[in-house]
Antibody, heavy 128, light 112 residues
Framework: QVHLQQSGPGLVKPSETLSLTCTVSGDSVSDYYWTWIRQPPGKGLEWIGNIYNNGNTKYNPSLKSRVTIEVDMSENQFSLKLTSVTPADTAVYFC??????????????????????WGPGARVTVSS | QSVLTQPPSVSGAPGQRVTISCTGSSSNIGAGFDVHWYQQVPGTVPKLLMYANNNRPSGVPDRFSGSKSGTSASLAISGLQAEDEADYYCQSYDSSLGGFVVFGGGTKLTVL
């Protein structure tokens, strides 16, 4: 059974870089896709980006210029870095296992992603 | 504004059936991308409820069912129970801007 444990600072100053780590147990990070999702206080879910088992990444276009997701196979963990943060980046950040892949729809190979399980969430506040 | 549109709230009495809609467009649900659903009890972590439109993960009661047609999808919950009170989110994929994962804005289900 896969288990995700998150770590990282709960308070980040404006203009600085938010860094979070998700440590995986029960699966190898090299065998699956992994994703980051956030939820601002009282609001809905926003997908941040994911990393494939070949190291390729895909990011939310609204965050792409500020986001980096990487995998550390030696530690069996993956990480999120979000640069130049503002108070609007205050949220609970979740890591999750990404059941991503490809399926044939109307004769075209089409990507899909869904997420299970999710990490416990890390509350990050951006404030000076 | 979320790419996928859900009603902010729905409600029903115990035992009743409710449905939650998720409306997209030709670049996401209408393009054939699968729809997935999550349940989030307040203060807890979202949990996968339905994947690939109408597939229930192990442990999810068969009171929950999903469907998809055209540019919309729906989650139906029959035999409502108090424990079903939660926020529900749909999720799919959008082919615009190089392709990315999209969520609905969420629907708060209240069991009366």
């Amino acid at each position: 059974q896969v288990h995700l444990q998150q770590s990282g600072p709960g308070l980040v100053k404006p203009s600085e870089t938010l860094s979070l780590t998700c440590t995986v147990s029960g699966d190898s990070v090299s065998d699956y896709y992994w994703t980051w999702i956030r939820q601002p206080p009282g609001k809905g879910l926003e997908w941040i980006g994911n990393i494939y088992n070949n190291g390729n990444t895909k990011y939310n276009p609204s965050l792409k210029s500020r986001v980096t997701i990487e995998v550390d196979m030696s530690e069996n963990q993956f990480s999120l870095k979000l640069t130049s943060v503002t108070p609007a980046d205050t949220a609970v950040y979740f890591c999750a296992k990404d059941f991503g892949g490809w399926t044939m729809i109307r004769g075209v190979m089409t990507p899909y992603d869904y997420f299970d399980p999710w990490g416990p969430g890390a509350r990050v506040t951006v404030s000076s | 504004q979320s790419v996928l549109t859900q009603p902010p709230s729905v409600s029903g009495a115990p035992g009743q059936r409710v449905t939650i809609s998720c409306t997209g467009s030709s670049s996401n649900i209408g393009a054939g991308f699968d729809v997935h659903w999550y349940q989030q009890v307040p203060g807890t972590v979202p949990k996968l409820l339905m994947y690939a439109n109408n597939n229930r993960p192990s442990g999810v009661p068969d009171r929950f069912s999903g469907s998809k047609s055209g540019t919309s999808a729906s989650l139906a919950i029959s035999g409502l129970q108090a424990e079903d009170e939660a926020d529900y989110y749909c999720q799919s994929y959008d082919s615009s801007l190089g392709g990315f994962v999209v969520f609905g804005g969420g629907t708060k289900l209240t069991v009366l």
